[in-house]
């Protein structure tokens, strides 16, 4: 699985990055929603996972300006935020998120969701 993971965060970033490439799946790195438009705009990923709070540019204007984008309008997008509140869920939902998940979680975890995720748009059971 070829996977986009966004956050500020640069030891969240290691440490997810670190276990998702032991199991063979290729990581590309963002640490705000620019480098994350950009990504989109020039490579296919099969999941992007993104944090709603992040300088430069937030979650929230990433997943609008990817869902724009010819490459982004399909990929499942997991938002993935220490401030999960339902109004929150509700709105990343509508704005185009596939799914909303709360910080912290353990990476073996995400990682299952990341792959039940692409299974589906694949139209696997």
Do not use: C
């Not at 966004?6 to 290729?26: C, K, N, P, Q, W």
């Not at 990929?75 to 109004?87: D, K, N, Q, S, W």
């Not at 709360?102 to 589906?120: G, H, R, Y």
């Amino acid at each position: 699985m070829k996977i986009l993971f966004v956050d500020d965060a640069l030891d969240t970033r290691e440490i997810y990055r670190m276990y998702f490439s032991l199991g063979s799946h290729t990581v590309h790195l963002a640490e705000n929603g620019v480098e994350a438009v950009a990504a989109v705009e020039t490579e296919a990923f099969d999941v992007v996972v993104l944090d709603m709070a992040m300088p430069v540019m937030s979650g929230w204007e990433a997943l609008e300006q990817i869902r724009q984008l010819p490459m982004g309008r399909d990929v499942p997008v997991i938002f993935f935020t220490a401030y999960l509140r339902r109004h929150i869920e509700e709105r990343a939902l509508a704005a185009g998120a596939n799914m909303v998940l709360s910080k912290p979680m353990m990476p073996a975890e995400l990682l299952a969701v990341m792959e039940d995720l692409q299974k589906a748009r694949n139209g696997a059971a």
